[in-house]
T-cell receptor, first 112, second 115 residues
C-alpha cells in the first residue's frame, strides 16, 4: 500500500516570504500525487496534481510542486505567501485500487 | 453543476442512535468515497464505490454501512452511534482513466457529534 508523510505539522511564514511544505511518499509503482488545500470549515480543493508528465507541476494561486523520484518527494512551494494562503494542506498519493492516501496535513499560518 | 452535495451540515446524535448521511453528485462520476477527518489525522477512508451496485471497505469501516443504488447517490449509514464516531465526514467523487486518478471533488462536509 502507498503512504504519505508530511514532514511539518505546522509552518509559519511572514506575508511576502516563500512557503515550503514537505511531503515524502512511498509507493510500489509510479504513483499519481496531489496537493489539496482546506480553508477553515470548508471542503478540500485541488491545488495541483502530478500524473507522470512534467516533474515540475504548476497549480492554482501561484503554487508549484516538484516530483523527485530519487528522493520520493513531492514538496509544495510558493515564492511569496499571501494572507489568504493560511489553511491546511494535504499531500495525497494514489493507490492501485482506486483509492487515495492522505497525509496528516500541514497547517500554514501567515503573519502580517 | 452543484458538484458534490452533502446533508446535513451539522448533527448531534445520542449514543446508540442511527442516522444516514446523504451524498449526491451531478458530475456522472463512477467513483465515490466517504472519508472522516479527525484533528491532526488527515482524512481516513471509510468506504468507497467504483460504480452503482459496487462498494468496498476502506481503512476504517467499522460502525458504518453504505449502498450505491444509483450513480448519483452514495449514502453513509451509522448504526448504533458511538462517541468515537464524532468527526467531520466528507463525501467525494472522481473519475479514473485506467489506473490514473483524476481530481477528487469534495462536498462541504457533515460535522457530527455523538454525546
Amino acid at each position: 500500500a502507498q503512504s504519505v508523510t508530511q514532514l511539518d505539522s505546522h509552518v509559519s511564514v511572514s506575508e511576502g516570504t516563500p512557503v515550503l511544505l514537505r511531503c515524502n511518499y512511498s509507493s510500489s509503482y509510479s504513483p499519481s500525487l496531489f496537493w489539496y488545500v482546506q480553508h477553515p470549515n470548508k471542503g478540500l480543493q485541488l491545488l495541483l496534481k502530478y500524473t507522470s508528465a512534467a516533474t515540475l507541476v504548476k497549480g492554482i494561486n501561484g503554487f508549484e510542486a516538484e516530483f523527485k523520484k530519487s528522493e520520493t518527494s513531492f514538496h509544495l512551494t510558493k515564492p511569496s505567501a499571501h494572507m489568504s494562503d493560511a489553511a491546511e494542506y494535504f499531500c495525497v498519493v494514489s493507490d492501485s485500487d482506486y483509492k487515495l492516501s492522505f497525509g496528516a496535513g500541514t497547517t500554514v499560518t501567515v503573519r502580517a | 453543476n452543484a458538484g458534490v452535495t452533502q446533508t446535513p451540515k451539522f448533527r448531534i446524535l445520542k449514543i446508540g442512535q442511527s442516522m444516514t448521511l446523504q451524498c449526491t453528485q451531478d458530475m456522472n462520476h463512477n467513483y465515490m468515497y466517504w472519508y472522516r477527518q479527525d484533528p491532526g489525522m488527515g482524512l481516513k477512508l471509510i468506504y468507497y464505490s467504483v460504480g452503482a451496485g459496487i462498494t468496498d471497505k476502506g481503512e476504517v469501516p467499522n460502525g458504518y454501512n453504505v449502498s450505491r443504488s444509483t450513480t448519483e447517490d452514495f449514502p453513509l449509514r451509522l448504526e448504533l452511534a458511538a462517541p468515537s464516531q464524532t468527526s467531520v465526514y466528507f463525501c467525494a467523487s472522481s473519475t479514473w482513466d485506467s489506473w490514473v486518478p483524476d481530481t477528487q471533488y469534495f462536498g462541504p462536509g457533515t460535522r457530527l457529534t455523538v454525546l
